[in-house]
């Protein structure tokens, strides 16, 4: 990374949140680590019919009708931002289980519920080992599997007076399948297939109702008899046939921490009122898209986890990964301070050497040199300081902001004041398509935008002279004038007196050059070709966007408002804002961002009403945006990436992730709208 950022806050945020048992694993939401010392457990699960084994799980991929398709498909429950607790039901061939987890200091208690019983049950296993070439080794000890962090080969550290000490020792046993009411099945044997591809130790069982794995650190309790990872006086002694009561034991001790948890999540939730979902979703969403980069020892929200991995771990996307921050910082309470900060300054930790955040970064190296994203950052950072008023924030990233700032006005600023969304040329490094493709031309111009596809680009010429489209754009103004003015607020909190005028000269330059994308005519704002000097009629959510402009008089808003937003001719309907107009011809596409829905598009035109004091436009906005994400959200817990806008559909189409953190923002919305009619609007 370029001159990475960090401070003495952050160090301590990320030693205080590194630490404990995480779903951080990029490649399984099956996967439990305990932090810092990277120490896995794997739950993996073998089905008779078909004899398909389940190495990893991930949410979102796409089954097919074939009875014998051995996807699995998954229904993400409640995630608390601690991972406290952990939701998640899952269907894979035939079976359908929940997976709940729970924690504190000392225990991991996993719980697996079977939701429809099967003909032959189940075989589950959980395996140990470490993560990212952490030291530590994972052995089995009579019933139980043991785990000591930090050592690779001293055999001398396993001693019992060591182990009495030790906060690197963990013992994991399990209840073994026990029926949740009588079945007039025939008993069968309590082992599981042992041909499986896994290679380390691991416990394994049948499930036969539900099924319970209990974690505990050495030294903090009893374990079972055979154990050698516990001092030899808690070892607790078997009870019954073949140590039935200890796994009695185990099972309860699970259930009652797992329902302690679940309770502890539903009573903090229950604060919301009718609210109540749209926190659920919001945090279940960024909860389980948050994983840990451990190269450069961060905690990161990658848009999904299907993005990851086929991109070296991770893939951050500029405007995605503040969205993520602002999605975190603005769950009830604290509960996601810490995954909003990581998020904002990591995105801003990937700051090409020309000092823009770009486009995408991945986790093999890969960054799009060539172009940025629309400039949200500086408005989510001041979202973040309103809320926490944490000021070391703002000194850590002001700096790359007003860099990131100033590169925007200095490679895409048009003469007229008005910017355009370009791509510079850029070496190819990895030989990846997108270091190829559009790179220094049209396509990477129309990719800046964040809108990839959209057909506001589709035959606007490119200027390899000044690496621009030639089209002044209303929705890049808009948001460059939104960046001035919340950098100048982080500014005047750090007492940047020229930075203030240096801000509010820019704003005032390029609100003049956006005035001139005013067409009375019509009463809307829209992009201007720069090579003819017409205007563009294509129009989307982003020519809202206008609206972060100061002085637009009122009469201009009502008939931006009336003619526009409530146009069905334009954007209103069912299920809106459509990515392009309705009356445009790509619109029947309904393909990416060629006509559908997308999040952060409403919640940017949202912030717009909100600054113009258009509490009816926002309200409405507010109920819209709930109304096409909640259907998917109750039935299937998809929180999609786009939507279909003449069905409200998410998964109609393959290229709509069906748990992409940024949908939450729909519900973000509501939760912003309803504090704003809390509170004075002249306040935000």
């Known amino acids: 990374m370029n001159d990475h950022l960090t401070c003495p806050e952050y160090e301590e945020l990320k030693r205080h949140y590194i630490n404990g048992w995480k779903t951080w694993n990029v490649h399984s939401v099956f996967s439990y680590v305990h932090m810092p010392d990277g120490l896995a457990l ?61 924690c504190d200091d000392d225990r991991f208690a996993l719980l697996v519920t079977e939701l429809v019983p099967q003909k032959k049950p189940l075989s589950l296993y959980l395996s140990g080992g470490y993560l990212w070439n952490r030291p530590g080794r994972v052995w089995r000890s009579g019933g139980c599997l043991c785990a000591e962090s930090g050592t690779a080969d001293a055999d001398d550290c396993l001693c019992a007076e060591n182990r009495e000490s030790s906060s690197g020792i963990w013992c994991i046993e399990t209840s073994g399948g026990v029926r949740l009411q009588s079945e007039a099945t025939e008993e069968a044997e309590d082992v599981a297939d042992v041909n499986v591809p896994l290679t380390g130790p691991y416990l394994s069982l049948k499930l036969r109702g539900q099924a319970a794995f209990l974690a505990r650190r050495a030294g903090s309790g009893k374990c079972g ?86 991109k070296g771990g991770y893939v951050l996307f500029c405007w995605d990964n503040f969205f993520a921050g602002y999605l975190a910082g603005y769950l009830p309470g604290t509960a996601g301070k810490e995954v909003a900060y990581s998020n904002v300054i990591e995105i801003v930790n990937e700051r090409t050497p020309k000092g823009f955040v770009p486009n995408m970064s991945c986790g093999n190296g890969q960054k799009t040199l060539d172009r940025s994203q629309p400039p949200v950052g500086s408005r989510m950072v001041l979202e973040l300081y309103r809320k926490y008023e944490d000021l070391w924030l703002v000194e850590l990233l002001y700096p790359a902001l007003l860099k990131w700032n100033t590169w925007f006005y200095e490679n895409r600023k048009h003469t007229s004041g008005a910017f355009c969304w370009g791509s510079d040329p850029a070496p190819v490094l990895f030989g990846n398509r997108w270091e190829i493709n559009g790179v220094n031309g049209r396509f990477g111009g129309s990719l800046e935008s964040g809108m990839d596809n959209s057909p506001l680009y589709d035959d606007i010429p490119f200027d390899t002279q000044t690496n621009c489209l030639k089209l002044e754009d209303v929705g890049l103004t808009g948001l460059y004038i939104m960046d001035c003015g919340a950098l100048a607020k982080l500014a005047q909190l750090l007492g940047k007196s020229e930075d203030i005028r240096l801000l509010e000269a820019r704003k005032k330059e390029v609100s003049k050059g956006l005035e001139q994308l005013w067409d009375e005519e019509r009463g809307f704002y829209y992009n201007r070709r720069t090579d003819t000097g017409e205007f563009s009629r294509r129009i989307a959510p982003t020519n809202f966007y206008a609206l972060f402009a100061d002085g637009i008089p009122s009469g201009r808003l009502e008939r931006i408002i009336r003619e526009h937003y409530y146009n069905p001719e334009e954007f209103y309907g069912d299920w809106m804002l459509p990515s392009i107009a309705r009356n445009d011809p790509a619109f029947a596409d309904q393909e990416y961002w060629r006509g559908r829905v997308w999040a952060p598009l409403n919640f940017l035109v949202y912030l717009a009403f909100e600054q113009q004091h258009l509490t009816e436009a926002c309200s409405d906005l507010a109920k819209k945006s709930a109304a096409i994400f909640l259907p998917e959200w109750q039935e299937k817990r998809h929180v999609h990436e786009n939507y279909n806008s003449i069905t409200g559909e998410g998964c109609d189409v393959h290229s709509s992730d069906r748990f992409y953190h940024w949908g939450a923002l729909m519900a973000s919305i509501v939760l912003r709208d309803s504090a704003d009619s809390g509170r004075k609007r002249s306040d935000i």
Not at 88 to 100: D, P, T
Request: proline share 5%.
């Open 42 to 102: 794997g739950l993996h699960m073998k089905e008779c019919r078909d004899g398909n084994f389940l190495r990893d799980a991930l949410i979102g991929r796409f089954a097919s009708d074939d009875p014998e398709d051995a996807t699995e498909v998954l229904f993400p429950g409640e995630h608390a931002v601690d991972d406290s607790y952990t939701s998640m039901e899952m269907e894979w061939c035939g079976a359908r289980v929940r997976v709940e987890t729970a």
């Open 225 to 310: 008899p055979q154990c050698d990872a516990q001092p030899q006086h808690e070892a607790q002694p078997p009870e019954g046939p073949e140590g039935s009561g200890r796994a009695e034991q185990i099972l309860q001790e699970v259930r009652a921490l797992t329902e302690q948890k679940k309770q502890a999540l539903a009573k903090r939730y229950s604060r919301e009122g009718n609210l109540e979902w749209a926190c659920r979703a919001a945090e279940c969403a960024i909860a389980w898209d948050t994983v840990y980069d451990a190269v450069n020892n961060r905690v990161i929200s990658p848009v999904s986890r299907l993005w990851s991995i086929r």
